[in-house]
């Protein structure tokens, strides 16, 4: 008896042949143990460990376990951003069992190998954990940092193995190898036991309120949210609510907790949970609204590591998070979840809905739709979500706006030789020659070096922030509240813009870009804040097109401008908007991948002529924005779009949809791979809504830049009608949509092929 699952004592099986592994089994399904084993091992005889996580929340859980075996072997340490300076010598030193992120392996150990050496010389493993959180830009990123680590490894006579863990990888051994540049054998077979979860599809009721254009307005997700959180809380469920933005999470706990305060006061005593759903008298203490709480990105350190102790330990019975809690921390006697918004893909939402259930018993997991183009065809149609395997991993590490910042950040650590393509690959010779040409790299006979006194990795923001955090100081105090990413700064803590940190409101009373600061002050509007932008595009460059019905759909590089010139203010009950408040903020420009199609003014003369075709294009945009995610992996924050009925470089109507990061994600282009099943789902959901004019179900976007003006429901329908008519026809014809031509790239190419 091993005292191993079979799919525990396989991982590790490979890992003392020496061979690269990834598991990809269940969440709880032991994968920890899995890597522990071989990892405990290699310590034991005399080497060190190298643990990767996407999240610091997930490394301080890790140790805690790691301290919990009270092995005196086993040295650990957490080397991140909030570690103490004066820890740090003593981890480069002594530590055997070094736990990191990819942002501080980026920036601080292997710019600085040299003061590692022992370590390096030592590694034996290095452990990928929650590995499906590397895809898209950031991925590339992190695959080419695993590349860098091989080379600084290798200089000191290390070849660690690589063991990659996943709840959700899909093709695991495929996503391994282009995550590592290495081969990996697969551990999928799960042999851990399980309870059932239940997933129930939760659509809000519409509200007698009217929107804008007389649309029927539906209840919210986070409003919904906050009522089951209170409930489950009431009734003693430990509950975790995954919510899409930070703003929500606090929004979600603050109602949960007035919810369960109002309850209390109702029944003149403070209610102790029971299953049964009754309540007993309490003590004061025990109030159940002191026992929800949020959980996000932003928090400090110390404030993140009391919440994850609170909720670990049973005193939070409900947690409103942003997918900062999704991957594996340890969370065990969870019973429910709940999922306000479609998280982006089938991963997410397996991984979300893992959460609960981690001991073994029964879970409920509810994915409570948002007024939202694909969260309603979701809930309309859960077939698009049950059956089928989780999305690809998306990810190219050849992206040249990728792998240009880390050849530079690789020259500066060791220089670069003709040999090292075996590691970056073939692409990065070209790419070499382009930063020599810039001026970033010189050529000598033995190579190539980083001759700049400037620090390499500055030039790679793997995070796509786009610059330091701005930092979040109360006017009065001077304290110090958290951090928001500078790429985000400009639409949440401009001038005027409503702040919640923990439950508390803030009304943000400057904000200083120069100096990355936002001055806040304490403060109870009835109304919330959101900015308003607006959106460029120019076409550089099309890099593959094809006939679309009547019009054409093409693909290639663009540079979008964005400005964010104003915000509105809203009244917190009613939606009410109360004004419009300039804003002096400077652009943001962006190059990257689109996909766009375009219709001729011949194809458009049989629209009737009273048709806004502006904003039949902006509806269509808008819901094709929102379907996107089903056919790619991403959400519906990683793009944009732009519409236009005369666009200045196409001289005709135009639909532009883009990655939202520099250089591309690939996400634009498994649109244009997938463009008449994309463009036909969207169709079909706007056709399916029972608004009349248009609502966020439908054509109405929560990110709208323009306030959702101007749309026009009917004439999106018609637009997409006509570009999709063949398509249509044929779908009509005996063998249905088996019909439809072939996309120019295969699932898989475009999959392993992302540029």
């Known amino acids: 008896?091993?005292?191993?699952?079979?799919?525990?004592?396989?991982?590790?099986?490979?890992?003392?042949?020496?061979?690269?592994?990834?598991?990809?089994?269940?969440?709880?399904?032991?994968?920890?143990?899995?890597?522990?084993?071989?990892?405990?091992?290699?310590?034991?005889?005399?080497?060190?460990?190298?643990?990767?996580?996407?999240?610091?929340?997930?490394?301080?859980?890790?140790?805690?376990?790691?301290?919990?075996?009270?092995?005196?072997?086993?040295?650990?340490?957490?080397?991140?951003?909030?570690?103490?300076?004066?820890?740090?010598?003593?981890?480069?030193?002594?530590?055997?069992?070094?736990?990191?992120?990819?942002?501080?392996?980026?920036?601080?150990?292997?710019?600085?190998?040299?003061?590692?050496?022992?370590?390096?010389?030592?590694?034996?493993?290095?452990?990928?954990?929650?590995?499906?959180?590397?895809?898209g830009v950031f991925g590339s990123h992190v695959a080419q940092i695993l590349r860098r680590l091989r080379r600084v490894a290798a200089k000191?006579?290390?070849?660690?193995?690589?063991?990659?863990?996943?709840?959700?990888?899909?093709?695991?051994?495929?996503?391994?190898?282009?995550?590592?540049?290495?081969?990996m054998a697969e551990v999928t077979?799960?042999?851990?036991?399980?309870?059932?979860?239940?997933?129930?599809?939760?659509?809000?009721?519409?509200?007698?309120?009217?929107?804008?254009?007389?649309?029927?307005?539906?209840?919210?997700?986070?409003?919904?949210?906050?009522?089951?959180?209170?409930?489950?809380?009431?009734?003693?469920?430990?509950?975790?609510?995954?919510?899409?933005?930070?703003?929500?999470?606090e929004t979600v706990a603050l109602s949960a907790r007035s919810h369960l305060h109002d309850t209390e006061?109702?029944?003149?005593?403070?209610?102790?949970?029971?299953?049964a759903g009754m309540s007993t008298p309490v003590l004061p203490e025990l109030r159940l609204a002191d026992k929800v709480a949020a959980y996000r990105a932003g928090y400090l350190a110390e404030d993140r590591r009391l919440l994850e102790k609170a909720l670990r330990s049973g005193e939070l019975l409900g947690v409103a998070t942003t997918n900062a809690l999704e991957l594996g921390v340890d969370v065990s006697g969870l019973d429910a979840?709940?999922?306000?918004?479609?998280?982006?893909?089938?991963?997410s939402l397996w991984q979300q809905a893992g959460r609960a259930g981690r001991d073994g018993q029964d879970a409920l997991a509810v994915l409570i739709a948002r007024d939202d183009p694909l969260d309603t065809y979701l809930v309309?149609?859960?077939?698009?979500?049950?059956?089928?395997?989780?999305?690809?991993?998306?990810?190219?590490?050849?992206?040249?706006?990728?792998?240009?910042?880390?050849?530079?950040?690789?020259?500066?650590?060791?220089?670069?030789?003709?040999?090292?393509?075996?590691?970056?690959?073939?692409?990065?010779?070209?790419?070499?020659?382009?930063?020599?040409?810039?001026?970033?790299?010189?050529?000598?006979?033995?190579?190539?070096?980083?001759?700049?006194?400037?620090?390499?990795?500055?030039?790679?923001?793997?995070?796509?922030?786009?610059?330091?955090?701005?930092?979040?100081?109360?006017?009065?105090?001077?304290?110090?509240?958290?951090?928001?990413?500078?790429?985000?700064?400009?639409?949440?803590v401009h001038t005027g813009a409503v702040h919640i940190h923990r439950g508390d409101t803030y009304v943000v009373d400057e904000f200083d870009l120069e100096a990355g600061v936002a001055l806040v002050s304490a403060a109870q509007p009835d109304y919330s804040t959101f900015a308003r932008d607006i959106t460029d595009i120019r076409v550089i460059e099309s890099l593959r097109s094809r006939v679309l019905g009547p019009g054409e759909l093409h693909f290639g590089s663009v540079e979008v401008t964005r400005q964010v010139v104003s915000y509105l203010k809203r009244r917190t009950q009613t939606g009410e908007v109360l004004g419009d408040d300039p804003l002096d903020l400077p652009p943001r420009t962006l190059r990257t991948r689109a996909v766009w199609w375009t219709l001729p003014n011949s194809a458009l003369a049989e629209i009737d002529p009273r048709t806004d075709l502006g904003g039949a294009a902006h509806a269509a945009e808008h819901a094709a924005i929102g379907l996107l995610p089903l056919f790619a992996t991403c959400d519906r924050w990683d793009i944009g779009g732009v519409s236009t009925e005369l666009h200045p470089d196409t001289g005709l109507l135009t639909v532009f949809v883009y990655d939202g990061h520099d250089g591309g994600a690939g996400f634009a282009e498994r649109g244009y791979a997938h463009a008449a099943d994309w463009l036909t789902a969207t169709r079909d959901a706007i056709a399916s809504c029972e608004c009349d004019r248009g609502c966020p179900s439908c054509i109405q976007s929560?990110?709208?830049?323009?306030?959702?003006?101007?749309?026009?429901?009917?004439?999106?329908?018609?637009?997409?009608?006509?570009?999709?008519?063949?398509?249509?026809?044929?779908?009509?014809?005996?063998?249905?949509?088996?019909?439809?031509?072939d996309s120019d790239l295969s699932p898989s190419d475009s999959i392993t092929r992302v540029t």
């Open 337 to 347: 979840v709940l999922i306000a918004g479609w998280p982006g893909t089938r991963a």
């Open 380 to 492: 309309h149609h859960p077939e698009a979500l049950f059956g089928h395997p989780v999305e690809a991993t998306v990810l190219d590490p050849d992206n040249p706006y990728v792998l240009a910042p880390h050849l530079c950040a690789a020259a500066s650590e060791i220089p670069l030789s003709e040999e090292d393509y075996l590691i970056f690959g073939p692409a990065a010779l070209g790419v070499l020659d382009e930063l020599v040409a810039r001026g970033l790299l010189r050529r000598r006979t033995t190579g190539w070096f980083w001759t700049s006194r400037d620090r390499a990795v500055d030039l790679a923001d793997i995070r796509g922030s786009g610059g330091s955090p701005v930092q979040i100081v109360e006017s009065g105090t001077g304290r110090l509240l958290g951090t928001v990413d500078e790429a985000s700064a400009h639409g949440t």
């Open 702 to 741: 929560p990110k709208c830049g323009n306030g959702n003006e101007p749309l026009d429901k009917a004439g999106a329908l018609r637009l997409l009608g006509i570009l999709l008519a063949p398509y249509i026809e044929s779908s009509e014809a005996p063998g249905g949509s088996d019909n439809w031509p």
């Open 156 to 183: 000191y006579g290390a070849r660690p193995v690589f063991f990659l863990a996943s709840a959700t990888a899909s093709e695991p051994g495929t996503t391994g190898m282009r995550l590592t540049g290495l081969e």
């Open 189 to 249: 077979l799960d042999a851990s036991p399980r309870g059932a979860t239940t997933i129930a599809l939760w659509e809000p009721p519409l509200t007698d309120l009217r929107g804008e254009g007389g649309a029927p307005v539906r209840r919210t997700a986070t409003a919904e949210a906050a009522d089951l959180l209170a409930d489950l809380v009431l009734d003693g469920v430990r509950t975790l609510a995954f919510v899409r933005s930070r703003r929500a999470a």
């Open 265 to 275: 006061l109702a029944l003149g005593v403070h209610a102790r949970p029971s299953r």
């Open 1 to 135: 008896m091993t005292g191993l699952w079979p799919h525990q004592f396989a991982a590790a099986e490979h890992v003392s042949r020496g061979q690269n592994v990834i598991i990809s089994t269940g969440t709880a399904s032991g994968k920890s143990l899995a890597y522990l084993v071989p990892a405990v091992t290699g310590i034991l005889s005399g080497a060190t460990v190298l643990y990767l996580t996407p999240t610091k929340a997930l490394a301080a859980d890790q140790l805690r376990a790691l301290s919990a075996l009270s092995l005196d072997q086993v040295r650990p340490a957490t080397f991140d951003g909030d570690t103490p300076m004066e820890e740090r010598a003593w981890i480069r030193r002594h530590a055997n069992y070094v736990l990191t992120n990819p942002d501080m392996l980026h920036r601080s150990m292997l710019p600085r190998h040299a003061a590692w050496t022992s370590f390096w010389r030592r590694l034996s493993l290095v452990i990928v954990d929650e590995c499906h959180g590397y895809r």
